[in-house]
T-cell receptor, first 115, second 114 residues
Framework: ETGVTQSPTHLIKTRGQQVTLRCSSQSGHNTVSWYQQALGQGPQFIFQYYREEENGRGNFPPRFSGLQFPNYSSELNVNALELDDSALYLCASSLDRSSRNNEQFFGPGTRLTVL | AQSVTQLGSHVSVSEGALVLLRCNYS??????LFWYVQYPNQGLQLLLK??????LVKGINGFEAEFKKSETSFHLTKPSAHMSDAAEYFCAVSSNQAGTALIFGKGTTLSVSS
Protein backbone atom coordinates (compact mmCIF):
# COMPACT_ATOMS: atom_id res chain seq x y z
CA GLU A 1 0.00 0.00 0.00
CA THR A 2 1.51 3.32 -1.11
CA GLY A 3 1.20 6.21 1.29
CA VAL A 4 0.56 9.86 0.52
CA THR A 5 3.24 11.38 -1.67
CA GLN A 6 3.92 15.02 -2.47
CA SER A 7 6.06 16.81 -5.01
CA PRO A 8 8.27 18.68 -5.12
CA THR A 9 10.00 18.35 -1.75
CA HIS A 10 11.34 21.87 -1.77
CA LEU A 11 10.59 24.90 -3.88
CA ILE A 12 11.91 28.45 -4.04
CA LYS A 13 9.85 31.15 -5.73
CA THR A 14 9.88 34.92 -6.01
CA ARG A 15 7.13 37.20 -4.75
CA GLY A 16 4.38 37.59 -7.36
CA GLN A 17 5.03 34.25 -9.03
CA GLN A 18 2.64 31.32 -9.20
CA VAL A 19 3.25 27.81 -7.86
CA THR A 20 1.66 24.37 -8.22
CA LEU A 21 2.10 21.66 -5.61
CA ARG A 22 1.07 18.06 -6.21
CA CYS A 23 -0.25 15.26 -4.04
CA SER A 24 -1.04 11.61 -4.64
CA SER A 25 -3.50 10.20 -2.16
CA GLN A 26 -3.21 6.86 -0.43
CA SER A 27 -4.69 3.96 -2.36
CA GLY A 28 -8.47 3.78 -1.93
CA HIS A 29 -8.81 7.28 -0.46
CA ASN A 30 -11.22 9.65 -2.22
CA THR A 31 -10.81 12.74 -0.03
CA VAL A 32 -7.81 15.07 -0.02
CA SER A 33 -7.18 17.98 2.33
CA TRP A 34 -4.47 20.64 2.13
CA TYR A 35 -2.88 22.40 5.09
CA GLN A 36 -0.38 25.24 5.46
CA GLN A 37 2.11 24.96 8.32
CA ALA A 38 4.08 28.13 9.00
CA LEU A 39 7.30 27.84 10.97
CA GLY A 40 6.59 27.14 14.62
CA GLN A 41 2.84 26.85 14.09
CA GLY A 42 0.28 24.10 13.78
CA PRO A 43 -1.12 23.20 10.36
CA GLN A 44 -3.97 25.41 9.11
CA PHE A 45 -6.71 24.00 6.90
CA ILE A 46 -6.78 25.43 3.37
CA PHE A 47 -9.43 23.30 1.64
CA GLN A 48 -10.69 19.78 1.07
CA TYR A 49 -11.65 17.94 -2.11
CA TYR A 50 -14.00 14.98 -2.42
CA ARG A 51 -14.53 13.27 -5.76
CA GLU A 52 -13.17 16.26 -7.68
CA GLU A 53 -15.27 18.89 -5.92
CA GLU A 54 -14.34 21.32 -3.15
CA ASN A 55 -15.89 20.10 0.09
CA GLY A 56 -14.89 22.81 2.52
CA ARG A 57 -12.53 25.75 2.74
CA GLY A 58 -10.60 27.46 5.48
CA ASN A 59 -9.82 31.14 5.86
CA PHE A 60 -7.55 31.51 2.82
CA PRO A 61 -7.91 34.02 -0.04
CA PRO A 62 -9.08 32.99 -3.54
CA ARG A 63 -5.52 33.04 -4.87
CA PHE A 64 -5.25 29.64 -3.16
CA SER A 65 -7.04 27.21 -5.45
CA GLY A 66 -7.08 23.50 -6.01
CA LEU A 67 -8.02 20.59 -8.19
CA GLN A 68 -8.73 16.95 -7.68
CA PHE A 69 -8.41 14.49 -10.54
CA PRO A 70 -10.39 11.30 -11.32
CA ASN A 71 -7.63 9.21 -9.74
CA TYR A 72 -8.07 11.36 -6.57
CA SER A 73 -4.66 12.98 -6.83
CA SER A 74 -4.72 16.71 -6.20
CA GLU A 75 -3.01 20.01 -6.92
CA LEU A 76 -2.71 23.15 -4.85
CA ASN A 77 -2.15 26.35 -6.83
CA VAL A 78 -1.10 29.63 -5.30
CA ASN A 79 -1.09 32.80 -7.42
CA ALA A 80 0.61 36.12 -6.75
CA LEU A 81 2.90 34.66 -4.10
CA GLU A 82 3.57 36.72 -0.99
CA LEU A 83 6.41 36.41 1.49
CA ASP A 84 3.98 35.10 4.13
CA ASP A 85 3.17 32.14 1.87
CA SER A 86 6.52 30.63 2.86
CA ALA A 87 5.56 27.48 4.74
CA LEU A 88 5.36 23.69 4.72
CA TYR A 89 2.34 22.60 2.68
CA LEU A 90 0.86 19.32 3.80
CA CYS A 91 -1.51 17.09 1.91
CA ALA A 92 -3.65 14.53 3.72
CA SER A 93 -5.94 11.86 2.35
CA SER A 94 -8.81 10.02 4.01
CA LEU A 95 -11.36 7.37 3.18
CA ASP A 96 -14.58 9.31 3.39
CA ARG A 97 -15.48 12.97 3.64
CA SER A 98 -18.60 12.33 5.71
CA SER A 99 -17.08 10.96 8.88
CA ARG A 100 -15.46 13.40 11.28
CA ASN A 101 -13.57 10.62 13.04
CA ASN A 102 -11.80 9.38 9.94
CA GLU A 103 -8.04 9.37 10.20
CA GLN A 104 -6.25 11.68 7.80
CA PHE A 105 -2.98 10.30 6.44
CA PHE A 106 -0.39 12.99 5.82
CA GLY A 107 2.32 13.25 3.21
CA PRO A 108 5.83 14.53 3.99
CA GLY A 109 4.99 18.02 2.75
CA THR A 110 6.42 20.54 0.30
CA ARG A 111 8.60 23.27 1.75
CA LEU A 112 7.87 26.53 -0.14
CA THR A 113 10.17 29.51 0.26
CA VAL A 114 9.10 32.84 -1.22
CA LEU A 115 11.86 35.43 -1.67
CA ALA B 1 -16.67 26.88 16.15
CA GLN B 2 -14.04 24.49 17.42
CA SER B 3 -10.59 25.34 18.73
CA VAL B 4 -7.68 23.68 20.48
CA THR B 5 -5.21 25.11 22.97
CA GLN B 6 -1.97 23.36 23.79
CA LEU B 7 -0.45 24.55 27.04
CA GLY B 8 3.32 24.78 26.91
CA SER B 9 5.11 25.21 23.61
CA HIS B 10 8.11 23.27 24.92
CA VAL B 11 8.29 20.38 27.40
CA SER B 12 11.58 18.84 28.56
CA VAL B 13 11.82 15.51 30.37
CA SER B 14 14.53 13.03 31.27
CA GLU B 15 14.63 9.59 29.70
CA GLY B 16 12.39 7.30 31.75
CA ALA B 17 10.30 10.15 33.18
CA LEU B 18 6.57 10.69 32.73
CA VAL B 19 5.50 12.61 29.65
CA LEU B 20 2.46 14.90 29.98
CA LEU B 21 1.40 17.11 27.09
CA ARG B 22 -1.67 19.26 27.69
CA CYS B 23 -4.54 19.94 25.32
CA ASN B 24 -7.80 21.76 25.96
CA TYR B 25 -10.54 22.03 23.39
CA SER B 26 -13.58 24.12 22.66
CA UNK B 27 -16.42 22.62 20.66
CA UNK B 28 -20.10 23.34 20.19
CA UNK B 29 -20.73 19.69 19.27
CA UNK B 30 -19.41 16.41 20.68
CA UNK B 31 -15.75 16.55 19.72
CA UNK B 32 -13.60 14.11 17.83
CA LEU B 33 -10.05 14.62 19.07
CA PHE B 34 -6.69 13.55 17.72
CA TRP B 35 -3.04 13.61 18.69
CA TYR B 36 -0.46 13.68 15.90
CA VAL B 37 3.33 13.53 16.09
CA GLN B 38 5.72 15.20 13.65
CA TYR B 39 9.37 14.22 13.44
CA PRO B 40 11.83 16.65 11.80
CA ASN B 41 11.34 17.00 8.05
CA GLN B 42 8.41 14.60 8.05
CA GLY B 43 4.64 14.74 7.79
CA LEU B 44 2.24 14.08 10.65
CA GLN B 45 1.59 10.61 12.05
CA LEU B 46 -1.51 9.74 14.06
CA LEU B 47 -0.81 8.69 17.64
CA LEU B 48 -4.39 8.19 18.79
CA LYS B 49 -7.94 9.47 18.42
CA UNK B 50 -11.02 9.91 20.60
CA UNK B 51 -14.32 9.11 18.94
CA UNK B 52 -16.62 8.78 22.00
CA UNK B 53 -16.22 4.99 22.34
CA UNK B 54 -14.03 5.15 25.46
CA UNK B 55 -12.67 8.04 27.49
CA LEU B 56 -9.20 6.48 27.90
CA VAL B 57 -7.61 6.01 24.52
CA LYS B 58 -4.48 3.99 23.90
CA GLY B 59 -2.28 4.79 20.94
CA ILE B 60 0.96 3.78 19.35
CA ASN B 61 4.41 3.86 20.96
CA GLY B 62 2.99 3.58 24.49
CA PHE B 63 1.06 6.86 24.44
CA GLU B 64 -2.44 7.28 25.81
CA ALA B 65 -4.87 10.14 26.37
CA GLU B 66 -7.91 10.66 28.56
CA PHE B 67 -10.96 12.60 27.44
CA LYS B 68 -12.43 14.66 30.29
CA LYS B 69 -15.58 16.45 29.25
CA SER B 70 -15.92 18.37 32.53
CA GLU B 71 -12.44 19.84 32.03
CA THR B 72 -12.66 20.04 28.20
CA SER B 73 -9.27 18.36 28.13
CA PHE B 74 -7.53 15.61 26.19
CA HIS B 75 -4.03 15.40 27.68
CA LEU B 76 -1.43 13.03 26.21
CA THR B 77 0.69 10.89 28.52
CA LYS B 78 3.39 8.26 28.40
CA PRO B 79 4.70 6.59 31.57
CA SER B 80 8.35 6.44 30.53
CA ALA B 81 9.96 8.69 27.92
CA HIS B 82 12.42 7.39 25.35
CA MET B 83 14.94 9.43 23.42
CA SER B 84 13.05 8.54 20.26
CA ASP B 85 9.96 10.39 21.57
CA ALA B 86 11.62 13.76 20.94
CA ALA B 87 9.39 15.42 18.33
CA GLU B 88 6.60 17.98 17.81
CA TYR B 89 3.17 16.95 19.06
CA PHE B 90 -0.11 18.39 17.84
CA CYS B 91 -3.57 18.11 19.30
CA ALA B 92 -6.45 18.52 16.84
CA VAL B 93 -10.25 18.58 16.79
CA SER B 94 -12.37 17.63 13.79
CA SER B 95 -14.38 20.49 12.39
CA ASN B 96 -18.14 20.20 11.96
CA GLN B 97 -18.21 23.00 9.42
CA ALA B 98 -15.45 22.88 6.83
CA GLY B 99 -15.78 19.39 5.46
CA THR B 100 -13.92 17.09 7.79
CA ALA B 101 -11.03 19.48 8.34
CA LEU B 102 -8.77 19.16 11.33
CA ILE B 103 -8.22 22.21 13.53
CA PHE B 104 -4.79 22.00 15.12
CA GLY B 105 -3.20 23.53 18.17
CA LYS B 106 0.12 25.32 17.87
CA GLY B 107 2.06 22.26 18.94
CA THR B 108 4.33 21.23 21.79
CA THR B 109 7.97 20.37 21.26
CA LEU B 110 9.05 17.46 23.44
CA SER B 111 12.75 17.22 24.32
CA VAL B 112 14.13 14.11 26.03
CA SER B 113 17.49 14.18 27.75
CA SER B 114 19.61 11.24 28.84
Amino acid sequence: ETGVTQSPTHLIKTRGQQVTLRCSSQSGHNTVSWYQQALGQGPQFIFQYYREEENGRGNFPPRFSGLQFPNYSSELNVNALELDDSALYLCASSLDRSSRNNEQFFGPGTRLTVL
Amino acid sequence: AQSVTQLGSHVSVSEGALVLLRCNYSSSVPPYLFWYVQYPNQGLQLLLKYTSAATLVKGINGFEAEFKKSETSFHLTKPSAHMSDAAEYFCAVSSNQAGTALIFGKGTTLSVSS
